[in-house]
């Protein structure tokens, strides 16, 4: 429903969406100021959802401010409307040239991998790709957030599949951090605790998650405590 209104709205105002991004460039060096983060905020927010609606020229708008953007904000901005509403093609190359750019400043990788852990495309089997990348180890806790908690905690789109496999995959992540870190896999146990508030089907993969996990041999306290009192609640 919520990306259907943004299609729409995206549709509806076309011109004045366009209009917004060209009255709100900030040309010259960056500066933090109030109105010139304002300014971003507005730009990209209208190319997002210029984008969503599908517009023949967003793309290349889009595009065009990652290629020549001068600060953070507005690359990561016309990078996430590339992954989210841009071609496959488009993404991949503007993924793959940030990550050229940024590979050896550790807090930038955390931003491109949580960009994709939370995008509307991203999958479980995306996740999993993205953890055979060079870059990624569990056994790095900023890097595990990044990736394995983004899309388990801020994904709900595709964590919460009608197959479970988001709730699966849940399980084994909390099951492999606490072989590593039982602190990090306690903090990722927590993202099931509201499971009863779900719909019945979703409920039944989460417990059945969740009854996976307390049954798993050598769990930490921590982890087990989570679990155990998630699983007290009757649903």
């Known amino acids: 429903a919520r ?14 969406l366009r209009a917004a991004i060209d009255a709100n460039q900030t040309p010259g060096a960056y500066s933090p100021d109030p109105v010139s983060a304002g300014r971003r905020d507005m730009k ?59 590979q050896n400043d550790p807090l930038v990788v955390d931003k491109w991998f949580a960009l994709q852990a939370t995008a509307r495309t991203a999958t479980v089997d995306s996740v999993r790709q993205l953890m055979q990348h060079p870059a990624f180890t569990l056994r790095n ?25 988001g709730h699966r995959f ?23 605790e509201q499971w009863t508030r779900y719909t019945p089907a979703l409920r039944q993969s989460m417990q059945t998650a969740l009854v996976g996990v307390r049954q798993h041999s050598g769990l930490s306290r921590n982890v087990t405590e989570i679990v155990s009192k998630a699983l007290e609640i009757s649903a």
């Not at 599908?54 to 065009?64: E, K, L, P, R, V």
């Open 170 to 192: 849940w399980a084994e992540q909390v099951l492999a951090l606490d072989a590593l870190n039982p602190e990090i896999a306690a903090r990722l146990a927590r993202g099931l």
């Open 44 to 102: 990209n927010l209208a190319l997002n959802y210029l984008m969503a609606g599908g517009d023949a020229d967003s793309q290349a708008i889009a595009t065009a401010q990652y290629a020549q953007a001068g600060n953070m904000t507005d690359r990561m901005a016309a990078l996430s409307a590339l992954v989210n509403h841009g071609s496959g093609q488009a993404a991949a190359k503007a993924l793959d040239d940030f990550y050229q750019r940024w």
């Open 141 to 165: 806790p900023n890097r595990a957030r990044a990736l394995v908690f983004q899309f388990c905690l801020n994904n709900p789109r595709a964590f919460h599949a009608e197959s479970g496999e």
């Open 3 to 16: 990306d259907h209104v943004r299609a729409e709205l995206g549709q509806a105002l076309a011109a004045p």
